[in-house]
């Protein structure tokens, strides 16, 4: 239950950590990539202020922690190396995302908000989520085993 | 609108710091990464125990955008000019390409750079790339409305 309670907590701190950064106005997000226009820079700042933040805390946790407060290990990716699937399916996110205006966290949030826009979006990327992990299933379920692509589609966050 | 009148380094950056601090928070408490790609994506693979929390993550996510704004609407404006069919394509590409690609601006752009892992500056690069390609052709060769 506090784990549930948790991460309400988290994703609410989230949703208007996103708000107060602007983050939930496609405007912003295309106007960042717009460097032939007028460049909105305020994107780089939220990253550069969330970074701020969770680095020394993920650095202090992995240096003097045994484990989370509410769980028995971190877990955390493990993973190293660079294959296709990351560069080409962060790319084709990139397109989607310069598209819209919209990345995943934003559009959760502005569906909240009532946005018929984010709605849209919304469902299309789930759409799209539920699509991939079916297919991820499909294609274990015929080889009875867990592949390598299933675990590497969730591994890094 | 001038984006450049609308550059707000200050609430930018503090918005950042909650975005930081509610991803850190769930790192020490839960011993997860806040990647909401990946949250979203573990709801159907349907794991006992796992699911969820993070169900309740996109419920405060959404709850969120429920009660700010209720005070701030115009925090939420849809100021580009995008048809339905762009943004039915749109969210495709992100909901497949977050998945192929493990992860999205807060998984990989927030929590993998703040870890400084490889995997993610690389992702990261990979998707900015993109966008500002795909925000150029948008802008520059088709006019700003599609």
């Known amino acids: ?157 | 609108m001038n984006a450049m009148e609308s550059f707000t380094p200050f609430a930018s950056t503090l918005g950042g710091i909650l975005i930081g601090a509610a991803a850190a928070g769930l790192l020490l408490f839960h011993g997860r990464i806040a990647g909401i790609s990946g949250i979203a994506g573990g709801i159907f693979r349907r794991e006992s125990g796992d699911v969820s929390w993070r169900v309740m993550f996109l419920v405060g996510l959404f709850s969120a955008g429920l009660a700010w704004s209720y005070f701030f609407p115009q925090d939420y404006a849809f100021d580009i000019s995008r048809s339905t069919p762009v943004l039915i394509v749109a969210g495709l590409a992100v909901g497949m390409g977050t998945q192929l690609g493990s992860g999205c601006t807060s998984g990989h752009g927030v929590c993998g750079i703040g870890r400084l892992s490889k995997r993610s500056t690389v992702a990261t690069i990979s998707f900015m790339i993109t966008a500002a390609i795909t925000v150029f052709i948008v802008n520059e060769v088709l006019g700003g409305s599609i």
């Open chain 1, 1 to 157: 239950m506090k784990i549930k309670i948790g991460a309400f907590l988290g994703g609410l701190l989230f949703g208007v950590g996103l708000a107060i950064a602007g983050m939930t106005q496609p405007a912003k997000i295309v106007g960042f990539f717009d460097f032939s226009g007028s460049w909105d820079p305020s994107l780089a700042f939220v990253m550069g202020g969330a970074i701020l933040v969770y680095t020394p805390v993920y650095r202090w946790a992995m240096r003097s922690w045994q484990r989370p407060i509410w769980a028995p290990t971190f877990l955390l990716p493990t993973r190293k190396d660079i294959d296709w699937r990351l560069i080409s399916g962060s790319a084709i996110f990139g397109i989607g995302w310069g598209l819209a205006g919209y990345c995943p966290g934003p559009a959760f949030t502005s569906v909240g908000a009532g946005s018929k826009e984010a709605l849209t979006f919304g469902l299309a990327m789930l759409l799209g989520v539920g699509a991939y992990q079916l297919f991820i299933r499909l294609r274990e379920g015929r080889t009875g085993t867990r592949t390598d692509e299933h675990a590497a589609a969730m591994i890094d966050g």
